[in-house]
């Protein structure tokens, strides 16, 4: 059974930072494309960063470029997010999604059950 | 970037009534190399992550009842639920993938009538 478990999530303060980890198993995590994808409270779903298998290439949305990071340990079957200058509007529910194998460009048929991410002073 | 638009935003459905969710993108999701439409469905229950529902625009996920359809083509695509349960109740969810930003719809909320 696939699991995707995120953890790192929590209160932090404007222009702070925060790591979140996805904990992958139960599928041979290497060849996947990885994704975050964020929820803000009682509204829709968003699209943060991807990340391909060996980690070189790498999207985000225009909202994140430049302070969030995605990154992942195929040892460790590991996906990470580096959030940096985090901003009240960077709060949200944060899941980490399995995407493809083969293509950047598949549906999302496994979600972790989300890390809540907090920016408040 | 490509915009999702669905409508309704909610609605209310009788059980074993026909449900309908409409879905529309700013730019065709048909790659003609393979004539695939890079659309698909999710369903959202409180307290839970997304599910899978529909892929290709009409292909079913492994697993989900048939009463779930996926139909359409180029911008225009529709989640039908043939027959409401009471366990569809949920927030519906369309998204592209054939370009990023990946973007999703803003939510369909459907309810018991």
């Known amino acids: 059974e696939v699991q995707l478990v995120e953890s790192g999530g929590g209160l932090v303060q404007p222009g702070g930072s925060l790591r979140l980890s996805c904990a992958a198993s139960?599928?041979?995590?290497?060849?996947?494309?990885m994704h975050w994808v964020r929820q803000a409270p009682g509204k829709g779903l968003v699209w943060v960063s991807r990340i391909n298998s060996d980690g070189v290439d790498t999207t985000y949305a225009d909202s994140v470029k430049g302070r969030f990071t995605i990154s992942r340990d195929n040892a460790k079957n590991t996906l990470y997010l580096q959030m940096n200058s985090l901003r009240a509007e960077d709060t949200a529910l944060y899941y980490c999604v399995r995407g493809g194998d083969r293509s950047s460009t598949t549906s999302y048929d496994s979600w972790g059950q989300g890390t809540l991410v907090t920016v408040s002073s | 970037d490509i915009v999702m638009t669905q409508s309704p935003d909610s609605l209310a459905v009788s059980l074993g009534e026909r449900a309908t969710i409409n879905c529309k993108s700013s730019r065709s999701l048909l790659y003609s190399s393979n004539n695939n439409n890079y659309l698909a469905w999710y369903q959202q229950k409180p307290g839970q992550p997304p599910k899978l529902l529909i892929y290709?625009?009409?292909t079913r996920e492994s697993g989900v009842p048939d009463r779930f359809s996926g139909s359409g083509s180029g911008t225009d695509f529709t989640l039908t639920i043939s027959s409401l349960q009471a366990e569809d109740v949920a927030v519906y969810y369309c998204?592209?993938?054939?370009?990023?930003?990946?973007?999703f719809g803003q939510g369909t909320r459907l309810e018991i009538k």
């Open positions: 139960g599928f041979t995590f290497s060849p996947y494309w």
């Open positions: 998204q592209q993938y054939y370009s990023t930003p990946i973007t």
């Open positions: 290709w625009a009409s």
